[in-house]
């Protein structure tokens, strides 16, 4: 891993995924683990400047272990659906040279290096507003887009997928066909773009908040 003897070099990567909304859902999963429907479904994407996530991924040799903050506060990436996704995205990781930093890593050093990961909604999270799909959609690309993975977004919904199941819909613009697949290992479990955001102009989504706060925190007020 050149550059590593320093310790202080940063490689960093900034996305953006909006959230979406389901106009044929899913009725129930096949398989609870890897989130696997027993239906197709279609989802309509929402304008990311009004709702979306924002992560930016970082690495570096002095990352100690993996962080993750969710709007300013640090969350646990202990959990199986994160540690999913990270899981795969590193199994795809390629090659990364950055010439102006002088840092090579090969696919082989990224399981040895940490990862910080800051991410922002622009909308009320865990709302009702789909901002788990967002955001692991945004994780996963995000991820991807650092470690050199090669796969398209069709093959990235599918890990986006294990993470939130919807999250593989936000991958795309416009209006978004998950598949349910056939594969017991969900490997054709992933989502298409049926039109673009240009195929619709003219529709309009409003979306009201009656109060603010989490579905948990609404339940038990």
Known sequence: MAGDSQQNWVLMVTAQTPTNIAVIKYWGKRDETLILPVNDSISVTLDPNHLCTTTTVSVSPSFQQDRMWLNGKEISLSGGRFQSCLRE???????????????????????????????????????????????????????GKLMNVKEDESQLSAIARQGSGSACRSLFGGFVKWIMGKEENGSDSLAVQLADEKHWDELVIVIALSAKGNKQHLRNA
Do not use: Q
């Open 89 to 143: 995205i590193r199994a795809r990781a390629c090659d990364v040279e950055d010439d102006k930093k002088g840092v090579k890593i090969s696919k082989e050093d990224w399981s040895k290096l940490h990862v910080h990961i800051a991410s922002y909604n622009n909308f009320p999270t865990a709302a009702g507003l789909a901002s788990s799909a967002a955001g692991f959609a945004c994780l996963v690309y995000a991820l």
